[in-house]
């Protein structure tokens, strides 16, 4: 992760995912199943994906790998404002596993949790955690605290909005519980994620850094 520094070009890796990012939003926008749950869906998306513009031009800059794995929900989240989440086209996920409903908002929801890694990458950085534990249980929260707002948000936007829409944006697919196993996915998505933080970067490598304050 790079803090600080000169000026330098955008790497070819970043400016590939930009493109690729652009050229799906350009093409999911044409025709989606509903127009209202598309621009509510993508507005999220924008918005990450101004967070993340913004930071990089502040010289707040990840590894590839973090850009990597945040790209992942940025994709799924894109191509599920185009159909809905509930009917993305994942039969053969659903017939395989002989699932009642269609899973891909899990999917999803999953890699949410993928951004704890950028925020242990910082945390790492600024050696703002005094050991290996805080830096390993800091982003999970981050991220189920995150999640646990953003079901809030959807509830309120799906209480607001046309019915249709709302439900279509919402997409439980009749599930009560759905909000609580949204939340355990970003929650096991930030789990997963920091486990393969510490293994790419080394359990010992990782406790001399935090050894050494800046």
Same mark, same amino acid.
């Given at each position: 992760?790079?803090?600080?520094?000169?000026?330098?070009? $955008?790497?070819?890796?970043?400016?590939?995912?930009?493109?690729?990012?652009?050229?799906?939003?350009?093409?999911?926008? $044409?025709?989606?199943?509903?127009?209202?749950?598309?621009?509510?869906?993508?507005?999220?998306?924008? $918005?990450?994906?101004?967070?993340?513009?913004?930071?990089?031009?502040?010289?707040?800059?990840?590894?590839?790998?973090?850009?990597?794995?945040?790209?992942?929900?940025?994709?799924?989240?894109?191509?599920?404002?185009?159909?809905?989440?509930?009917?993305?086209?994942?039969?053969?996920?659903?017939?395989?596993?002989?699932?009642?409903?269609?899973?891909?908002?899990?999917?999803?929801?999953?890699?949410?949790?993928?951004?704890?890694?950028?925020?242990?990458?910082?945390?790492?950085?600024?050696?703002?955690?005094?050991?290996?534990?805080?830096?390993?249980?800091?982003?999970?929260?981050?991220?189920?605290?995150?999640?646990?707002?953003?079901?809030?948000?959807?509830?309120?936007?799906?209480?607001?909005?046309?019915?249709?829409?709302?439900?279509?944006?919402?997409?439980?697919?009749?599930?009560?519980?759905?909000?609580?196993?949204?939340?355990?996915?970003?929650?096991?998505?930030?789990?997963?994620?920091?486990?393969?933080?510490?293994?790419?970067?080394?359990?010992?490598?990782?406790?001399?850094?935090?050894?050494?304050?800046?």
């Amino acid at each position: 992760m790079r803090l600080s520094g000169s000026s330098t070009p $955008i790497s070819r890796f970043l400016l590939t995912l930009l493109a690729l990012y652009l050229c799906l939003f350009a093409v999911l926008a $044409i025709n989606p199943i509903d127009r209202q749950a598309w621009f509510a869906e993508n507005l999220t998306v924008i $918005i990450i994906v101004s967070i993340l513009a913004s930071l990089y031009f502040f010289r707040i800059r990840f590894s590839h790998t973090a850009y990597a794995f945040m790209a992942v929900l940025i994709f799924l989240h894109t191509i599920g404002g185009h159909y809905t989440f509930e009917r993305v086209p994942f039969d053969w996920v659903t017939n395989f596993f002989g699932f009642e409903r269609n899973h891909y908002d899990r999917v999803a929801h999953f890699s949410v949790g993928f951004y704890a890694y950028a925020i242990g990458e910082w945390l790492l950085a600024k050696r703002l955690v005094a050991n290996r534990f805080l830096l390993f249980t800091y982003p999970i929260f981050v991220i189920a605290t995150l999640a646990m707002s953003y079901e809030l948000i959807e509830w309120i936007y799906a209480a607001n909005a046309d019915p249709l829409a709302g439900a279509a944006y919402l997409g439980s697919q009749g599930d009560i519980w759905d909000a609580q196993k949204d939340m355990l996915a970003d929650t096991l998505g930030a789990l997963s994620v920091m486990t393969f933080f510490f293994w790419m970067n080394g359990f010992h490598r990782i406790r001399t850094l935090l050894s050494h304050k800046q």
